[in-house]
């Protein structure tokens, strides 16, 4: 790594430590570029309702971290779980419409970014993968189970990620999801500072409607 970027880099993690601000990079994807993992051996994929997302946190085979059972209800989103042994092991949710600043941020919910959505886009978020499951591609593979399955009508696929998590970005550029930009929140309370790129704009996307302050598109 060059000396600039290491200490860019090393700037960044102490501002996202102090909460004072995030950079998330935006990927997108179009549904027909996308490129399918195989699903390893011993693990199963299924998109739980409400009641079932609930009583898998109440017995322990889900954790709370899964996400809220009552967020299913709103047909606007839906979460996919891995399973293996009995226990989830990778989930992730995608939402149609819009999604709010407290359901997409990196350190500081503060500094969430809201989402907008045109017609048939769906946003991933809430993304995660147990330690020991990690290197499976299960990330991509929960994404196929939507697409095949057409459980979410979308065409296009958005998802942001800080912007130090190579790893995530890496297992994203390996479906195909690709960056097109990246947002910048800087700030507490109503004294914010929102960077944002032209691309969003370009294809239908809001961000940050939600955020207070000065908002800028470069």
Not at 64 to 81: D, H
Not at 84 to 100: F, G, K, M, P, Y
Not at 185 to 207: D, V, Y
């Amino acid at each position: 790594m060059k000396l600039p970027l290491f200490i860019l880099r090393v700037t960044y993690m102490l501002a996202r430590r102090l909460q004072i601000a995030e950079a998330t990079r935006l990927l997108y994807m179009k549904a027909a570029d996308f490129r399918a993992p195989e699903l390893a051996d011993g693990y199963s994929m299924h998109s739980p309702s409400a009641e079932e997302l609930s009583e898998w946190i109440q017995t322990g085979k889900a954790a709370e971290k899964t996400g809220s059972p009552q967020s299913i209800s709103n047909q606007r989103r839906l979460v996919v779980a891995t399973t293996r042994d009995n226990q989830v092991v990778s989930h992730l949710w995608i939402a149609t419409e819009s999604v709010d600043a407290s359901d997409n941020f990196s350190r500081a919910r503060h500094l969430g970014t809201s989402v907008d959505l045109p017609p048939r886009a769906g946003f991933l978020f809430n993304a995660w993968t147990h330690p020991d499951h990690r290197g499976k591609r299960l990330i991509g593979c929960m994404i196929s189970h939507i697409l095949e399955n057409r459980l979410s009508e979308t065409e296009v696929l958005v998802t942001t990620m800080d912007w130090t998590n190579e790893r995530s970005c890496r297992a994203f550029a390996h479906v195909g999801m690709q960056p097109i930009g990246t947002v910048i929140r800087i700030g507490r309370g109503p004294l914010q500072l929102s960077l944002l790129p032209q691309t969003a704009n370009q294809l239908g996307l809001k961000l940050a409607r939600q955020a207070p302050g000065y908002k800028f598109a470069c």
